[in-house]
């Protein structure tokens, strides 16, 4: 099936743009504005054939775009953007085998990870009193299961709506952006067993 296929270039971008440590800070720069390599190699301080190689493998994998070309010097300066991951539906999920869920899952805990540490550990994940950090545990039965993911799916499109106002409103007035991360976290409970010795 076609979406199958669509899937699974997602899954293979996302593993091959997040298998390497800067290529994973290269696209969350990417997601803030367009970079050009030039400015990326010096906002990262890192040389640029570096910076220019794994961006072009985010090229190539498809999480980055090519958004404008202004001439420098005589040359030619690229700028690009990161590339909005479109939002998997459950029939979509559901045609994948547990191993590629698996895969995609963990790549996804994995970002997500990164950027909740980088924040916390230079001070912005508590700088803002109206930021938003909870979880809870649930006990539902199936209609309920169901009620909550079709929550947090609609959450989530309700946040991509936010996001494309947002860009509207920063476009007229240039006011300086503020950059966000959401997470959304819905999943069947492990319980790990623990095995007691009883002395004999």
Same mark, same amino acid.
């Given at each position: 099936?076609?979406?199958?296929?669509?899937?699974?270039?997602?899954?293979?971008?996302?593993?091959?743009?997040?298998?390497?440590? +800067?290529? *994973?800070?290269?696209?969350? +720069?990417?997601?803030? $504005?367009?970079? %050009?390599?030039?400015?990326?190699? @010096? /906002? !990262?301080?890192?040389?640029?054939?570096?910076?220019? #190689?794994? *961006?072009?493998?985010?090229?190539?994998?498809? =999480?980055?775009?090519? *958004?404008? /070309?202004?001439?420098?010097?005589?040359?030619?300066?690229? #700028? #690009?953007?990161?590339?909005?991951?479109?939002?998997?539906?459950?029939? /979509?999920?559901?045609?994948?085998?547990?191993?590629?869920?698996?895969?995609? %899952? =963990?790549?996804? !805990?994995?970002?997500? #990870? %990164?950027?909740?540490?980088?924040?916390? @550990? =230079?001070?912005?994940?508590?700088?803002?009193?109206?930021?938003?950090?909870?979880? $809870?545990?649930?006990?539902?039965?199936?209609?309920?299961?169901?009620?909550?993911?079709? !929550?947090?799916?609609?959450?989530?499109?309700?946040?991509?709506?936010?996001?494309?106002?947002?860009?509207? $409103?920063?476009?007229?007035?240039?006011?300086?952006?503020?950059?966000?991360?959401?997470?959304?976290?819905?999943?069947?409970?492990? *319980? !790990?067993?623990?095995?007691?010795?009883?002395?004999?």
């Amino acid at each position: 099936m076609p979406v199958v296929a669509d899937i699974t270039q997602i899954q293979e971008r996302l593993e091959k743009a997040l298998s390497h440590p +800067l290529r *994973v800070e290269l696209l969350r +720069l990417l997601t803030e $504005r367009t970079y %050009s390599p030039n400015e990326l190699a @010096q /906002e !990262l301080q890192e040389p640029l054939g570096r910076i220019s #190689y794994h *961006v072009r493998v985010l090229d190539k994998t498809g =999480c980055i775009e090519l *958004v404008d /070309e202004k001439q420098r010097r005589g040359a030619v300066e690229h #700028y #690009y953007r990161g590339v909005q991951r479109p939002l998997i539906n459950e029939a /979509e999920w559901a045609k994948l085998t547990p191993e590629e869920r698996s895969r995609i %899952s =963990c790549l996804t !805990l994995q970002n997500l #990870y %990164s950027e909740s540490l980088a924040a916390l @550990q =230079c001070g912005s994940l508590d700088s803002r009193v109206d930021r938003h950090l909870t979880w $809870r545990q649930m006990t539902l039965d199936e209609e309920g299961w169901r009620e909550l993911m079709a !929550l947090l799916m609609e959450t989530m499109r309700g946040s991509e709506e936010i996001q494309a106002r947002s860009d509207e $409103r920063r476009n007229r007035t240039q006011e300086e952006p503020i950059s966000a991360i959401v997470g959304l976290l819905g999943f069947e409970r492990g *319980v !790990l067993t623990r095995r007691v010795r009883h002395s004999q």
